[in-house]
């Protein structure tokens, strides 16, 4: 059975993106998105947002130029979508509390009119030791999905 979605328009549409219907939506007063399952020990989808204007003399597909300028992110790696929009992925983990965490990373790159970019960074921080858990591989791979799908404005806006 498909999961229930629901759409979120965030900061007022400059990004558009499909959640599990049942996840809670908190974002901060200055940006910021986190999205999650009011549950115990379930995962969390944190959104950020960048607009900048290219480098001067900047040429060929921003997109993909943007993501090759972050230093996690191998040109290898880096897809361009159907959408123009330039995607990656990456995996890194870490310690909070005492935890052991796993963040899995995607990054979306879009071009807004000929000389601004904006990157949507989504991270999704989940225990490791759930991991490998069948419900948690069945989450990240609905949101890839729906991440590469997210709708960008085409507007800078004010």
């Avoid at 890194?92 to 990373?105: A, C, F, H, P, Q």
């Avoid at 970019?117 to 791979?141: G, M, V």
């Amino acid at each position: 059975m498909a999961e229930s979605l629901k759409e979120i328009n965030y900061r007022g549409g400059v990004v558009k993106f499909n959640i599990p219907s049942n996840w809670v939506e908190e974002y901060e007063e200055t940006g910021g998105g986190t999205f999650y399952e009011d549950a115990p020990n379930t995962g969390t989808l944190r959104l950020n947002i960048i607009t900048m204007q290219a480098p001067s003399g900047a040429k060929g597909n921003l997109p993909f130029s943007a993501l090759s300028s972050i230093p996690v992110i191998e040109n290898k790696n880096i897809e361009m979508l159907a959408n123009g929009n330039a995607f990656a992925y990456s995996v890194s983990r870490s310690e909070e509390d005492g935890e052991k965490i796993t963040l899995y990373w995607w990054y979306l790159a879009n071009q807004v009119g000929s000389s601004h970019i904006r990157l949507a960074n989504f991270s999704y921080t989940i225990l490791t030791s759930k991991e490998d858990d069948q419900k948690t591989k069945e989450e990240i791979k609905l949101l890839e999905v729906q991440i590469r799908k997210t709708i960008f404005h085409p507007g800078l806006g004010k």
